[in-house]
């Protein structure tokens, strides 16, 4: 209890300063939890047992976040990037292990925790760029789970070679089969917990408590790690809307268990050494410099266009829980010292905190964005001129497109799908692949010389490069908040609110298809009818 009183005070500590300093409290969170750990008045058993505990569950709220079910349009380029992404980091990572030193044991697991990009951090970021539906959020998505679920498979295979093949096969088996429950469970249990939505709050988290504490049961019975079992819990209840239930359910319990985690990891890893440090800064760098390359080469060949394609490598740039886990399972069996698992946590702290700052604005995506080798091709053809430049072909965009087309004005086009714009093409109308904030994909299609420029791009900053060169020519852009419209407004953007206009399609589709199919209307498409 003494122990459980020292965490918890500590953890108040660093969440006051947090707010006090107006920075992010997790490192806070570590220092205060280092202080702590330095007074040695909490045991190394109850530290790894509140570690085993924090982690578990942050697991299991990353698993709420990856619902299989978006990825299904983006189901081959998230397999083709994470794929690719998780077997280079490896190759890479191992072989930086090996040239600093350790044996090859050690070096697997250091390449492991490599592999592995954050979904609490992309998830978080995609939801504060409200990109989460946008293809790209969804290749990351994919990308995400494809990660983890190596990650669990492959944990049981590190830890169980030392006693040979058996070892190997019946842990691997155990865990496929307890990732095999997801598919089944997923369909079955969202009637069931969508029928129960009119529970109070309190009865809802026991079921949801429940849920999570029957799966870490199945774990004991075959043997598998909690953290693996945490994370199946997760995915199955990951399905709209019973995602957005739970996650109402666990985001003050989620914050307790976050600060209990990352305050015990601070108490326990202990002072690092230069060397140590040296080698965390290496293999930061590994996966700071080379998943952003390997991520945009390969979404980018397999459809995105170039500034989601880089964005997309840029929020999968860090290490994330899941590397944690690993340290912690290597730790726990015997195979890792402190030292090594030290470097797994510097390497992931920091790659996890450096991602929020390359991306929350575009700026970094803009100017790895100059760099790309399309840039640097000449147009010979003279820009269009009066004409109606169009961004954004999605489902709206269309609709305004069948409009403009008859109008006596020429139309351009501008969208970041291949496919759209190919079929733009065969019907007759010039359109360009592309993304709307290049300032060179602009100049090459009229921009100065537009009679108007329409954008249905979703998201109001991505027009920031627009409105800047844009000059006298009138500027419509699509805006679904008024807050948004505001924004715009000060830019000198005329803002045509959606929201409106969303409420009357949502009503007369709802009409149409009735309640009872509602209930089986997955997220993506409901975003479509918005």
Not at 12 to 17: D, E, F, N, V, Y
Not at 390 to 402: F, V, Y
Not at 422 to 447: H, K, M, Q
Request: with cysteine; charged share 15%.
């Amino acid at each position: 209890m003494i122990g459980i009183a020292l965490l918890l005070l500590a953890a108040s500590i660093g969440h006051a300063l947090a707010r006090g300093l107006r920075v992010p409290p997790i490192p806070l969170l570590m220092a205060v939890g280092f202080g702590l750990g330095l007074t040695g008045t909490l045991e190394s058993g109850f530290l790894e047992e509140s570690l085993v505990l924090g982690i578990t569950f942050l697991v299991f709220a990353a698993g709420v976040e990856l619902d299989p079910t978006r990825v299904r349009q983006q189901k081959k380029a998230a397999f083709a990037v994470g794929l690719l992404q998780f077997a280079i980091l490896g190759a890479l990572g191992l072989g930086a292990s090996l040239a600093l030193g350790y044996d090859l044991q050690t070096g697997a697991y250091l390449a492991l925790a490599l592999t592995a990009s954050s979904t609490l951090v992309a998830m978080r970021v995609l939801q504060r760029r409200r990109q989460l539906f946008e293809p790209f959020g969804r290749l990351v998505i994919g990308v995400l789970l494809l990660q983890d679920l190596f990650v669990i498979l492959l944990i049981p295979v590190l830890t169980g070679l030392p006693d040979g093949t058996s070892a190997v096969v019946r842990g691997l088996g155990a865990t496929l089969l307890l990732a095999g429950l997801v598919g089944p469970l997923l369909r079955a249990l969202m009637p069931r917990v969508l029928e129960h939505l009119s529970l109070d709050e309190e009865l809802l988290l026991l079921v949801v408590l429940a849920h999570l504490f029957g799966f870490l049961g199945l774990a004991g019975l075959l043997g598998v790690p909690m953290v693996a079992a945490a994370f199946v819990a997760g995915v199955v209840l990951s399905a709209f809307p019973v995602n957005g239930v739970v996650r109402g359910q666990l985001t003050s319990i989620g914050d307790f268990f976050t600060a209990i985690f990352f305050t015990a990891l601070g108490a326990s890893i202990g002072l690092p050494t230069a060397t140590e440090l040296v080698h965390a800064a290496i293999f930061a760098a590994v996966v700071v410099l080379v998943t952003p390359l390997v991520v945009a080469v390969v979404a980018e060949a397999t459809g995105l266009s170039a500034r989601p394609a880089i964005v997309s490598g840029l929020l999968l740039a860090q290490t994330s829980e899941f590397s944690l886990v690993v340290g912690l399972q290597g730790v726990a069996v015997g195979h890792l010292d402190a030292g090594v698992f030290r470097i797994v946590v510097l390497v992931t702290l920091a790659t996890m905190m450096l991602t929020p700052l390359i991306v929350s604005s575009d700026r970094v995506a803009l100017a790895l964005l100059r760099l790309h080798p399309a840039r640097r091709r000449r147009e010979t053809a003279d820009p269009p001129d009066d004409h109606v430049l169009l961004l954004g072909a999605g489902w709206s965009g269309m609709q305004l497109l069948e409009t403009l087309v008859i109008s006596p004005h020429p139309v351009v086009v501008i969208d970041d799908d291949p496919q759209v714009v190919e079929r733009i093409r065969t019907a007759g109308v010039e359109a360009f692949r592309g993304d709307a904030a290049d300032p060179a994909l602009l100049s090459r299609c009229g921009l100065a010389r537009a009679r108007v420029v329409v954008s249905t791009v979703r998201r109001p900053q991505d027009n920031e490069s627009l409105l800047s060169r844009a000059g006298e020519v009138p500027v419509l852009v699509r805006a679904f908040e008024d807050s948004d419209a505001a924004w715009l407004a000060e830019r000198g953007a005329t803002a045509v609110t959606f929201g409106d206009a969303a409420a009357a399609t949502f009503l007369e589709w709802y009409d149409r298809r009735g309640w009872e199919a509602a209930d089986d209307l997955a997220d993506e498409e409901l975003e479509d009818v918005l």
